[in-house]
Structures are given as C-alpha cells and as structure tokens.
C-alpha cells in the first residue's frame, strides 16, 4: 500500500476563484525583464451587470458617458436635498449597491470609498444619490478591464521620505509576543506594508470620518 499512488488530473491554468476572474498579467521590470504574476479582475460580471442597468435606464444612461470620476467632484450626499426616491426606485437603488460592493469584492478596490458612501443611504436613497450611484456604472464602463495584480515582488521602501514618530510616550510597554515554542519559519521572508488616511470629521451632518487601511504583503493588495 505504501507503492499507492493517485496522479491528480491536469485541469490547466485557473480562470475563475469565487467568482473573481483570474489570469496571468505580464509587467516589465525596470531592467527590461518581464514578470508574469497572478490578477484579479471583474471583466465578465461587468460585462452582464452593466448592460442590464443601460436597459433599465434608456438614454439617461447615456448622456454622462466618459465621466472622469465614479461620483460628481464635490458631490456631498449628506447635503442632498433633492426628491426622496419611492419605495420601488429605494429598492433599485438597493440593488445596485449591492451590485457594486460584489464588485468590489472581485478586486475592483478603487471604488471602494465611493460605494461604502452611497451604501450610507440605503435606508432613505435620494435622486441624487441614485443619480451619481448609476455615475459609478458609467465609469466602470469605461474601465472595465482594469485588474487587480498580485505582484509577489518586495517594494523599495528607502526611496521614500515617510516621517518617522516616536510612540514610546504612548505605548511604553509594547513589545511583541512570540511563543517559546514557536517553530522556526521556512521560506523567504515577505515585505508587510501598510498605508491608512482618514476623512477627520468630513460628514457635514454628523462630523463623523472614514477611515481607509490598505495592507499589502510584497506588492500585493491583500485587505
């Protein structure tokens, strides 16, 4: 029994994980090398969600077509004041963030800001805020085949000038726990960066701020 063994069957090249799309995507390296890594991308859901939303809304879709941002510059949805949406437009609206947050989901993280705002307004959706949630569509219609890459590779951190900050005054004691009987790591060690910004206070209504946290491992986009 010890001579048994199971050949696993050649299935190829992955295409698709949890519904995400996901292919090999080939950068050139600064010294001329190409590197191929793993991405992640959204292109054939967009391809069926999108058309339906251009069907539901006719040639209204249309006229804002070639948009530059995902929502209207300056756009302050907690200020909007325009018609309160029915209770079956309420619904559509619904539907349509969620729509988008799978989207995110798929790897499409530069929407993420704008979509968690409008999200915001579930409860009580405007015609301004469906307005600029359907902007989101067209501009991802003319973005549909960005891709989010796994980039394995470690980045240079010494050629930018972050300020360092002392925290000991806050934090005298802290130290990482290690177990004694932690096992000795195998493999090459990886590269964890992290990078945060906050809105302080930019809700006119309640003053509250959004926080966004990107962590990478390597080059990679990981939460």
Not at 99 to 107: A, F, Y
Not at 132 to 153: A, E, P, Q, Y
Not at 209 to 218: A, E, H, W, Y
């Amino acid at each position: 029994m010890s001579d048994l063994g199971y050949q696993c069957k050649d299935v190829g090249k992955p295409t698709r994980y949890l519904g995400a799309e996901i292919a090999e995507h080939e950068i050139r390296g600064a010294d001329g090398t190409d590197h191929k890594f793993w991405s992640m991308f959204a292109e054939q859901y967009l391809k069926l969600a999108i058309p339906t939303v251009e069907d539901q809304q006719g040639d209204s879709f249309g006229k804002c077509r070639g948009v530059k941002t995902p929502v209207e510059s300056g756009y302050r949805p907690e200020l909007d004041e325009t018609d309160t949406l029915d209770d079956y437009k309420a619904n559509y609206y619904q539907s349509l963030i969620g729509i988008l947050q799978w989207v995110v989901e798929l790897g499409r993280i530069e929407i993420a800001f704008e979509v968690s705002t409008m999200a915001q307004f579930n409860c009580n959706p405007r015609t301004g805020h469906l307005r600029n949630t359907l902007r989101i569509f067209i501009w991802l219609k003319g973005h549909i085949k960005s891709k989010l890459v796994m980039d394995c590779r470690k980045r240079d951190m010494d050629q930018f000038d972050f300020p360092e900050y002392n925290w000991t005054c806050y934090y005298p004691c802290a130290a990482e726990v290690i177990p004694d009987d932690m096992p000795c790591p195998l493999g090459e060690s990886v590269q964890n960066t992290v990078f945060a910004n906050a809105s302080f206070a930019a809700n006119m209504v309640t003053r509250k701020s959004v926080t966004g946290i990107l962590t990478f491992v390597n080059g990679s986009p990981i939460m």
